[in-house]
């Protein structure tokens, strides 16, 4: 049986039926999917997790702490760094804290040199 060859004049659909070509030069439509958002957990979140990954170790049940890691979507590294807070902070090191460098000076500092600066003088 020969084989099918194609008109290179009709290689594609009828221009009317073509849709818009993409930016770029690519004739592939765009799909853009957004960016996904950071979880952000909640001291009270943190502690239940840790509280219910102790009671499946002490449960002795085999696969329990990985069957509730997988139920919550998270590593078990995270528990560890949770669990290290709690032991070291108490539950106040559970707590969320603020990204970013630290300031040099507190807000009290900053405003006792505000204060105390003279204005400079020209003679």
Do not use: H, N
């Not at 030069?25 to 958002?37: D, F, I, N, P, W």
């Not at 590593?75 to 902070?89: E, F, H, I, K, P």
Request: glycine residues 10%; aromatic residues 4%.
């Amino acid at each position: 049986m020969p084989k099918p060859f194609r008109d290179s004049a009709r290689s594609g659909p009828p221009q009317d039926e073509r849709q818009p070509a993409a930016p770029g030069g690519s004739e592939a439509t765009l799909e853009t999917v957004g960016k996904r958002r950071r979880r952000v957990f909640s001291a009270a979140d943190k502690l239940r997790i840790v509280k219910e990954a102790d009671r499946c170790l002490a449960s002795g049940k085999r696969g329990a702490l990985g069957e509730m890691l997988r139920k919550e979507g998270i590593y078990s590294s995270l528990v560890s760094t949770w669990r290290a807070q709690l032991g070291d902070y108490g539950t106040a090191g559970l707590a969320a804290k603020k990204v970013g460098r630290k300031p040099k000076l507190t807000e009290a500092e900053r405003r006792i040199v505000e204060l105390t600066k003279l204005p400079f003088r020209q003679a």
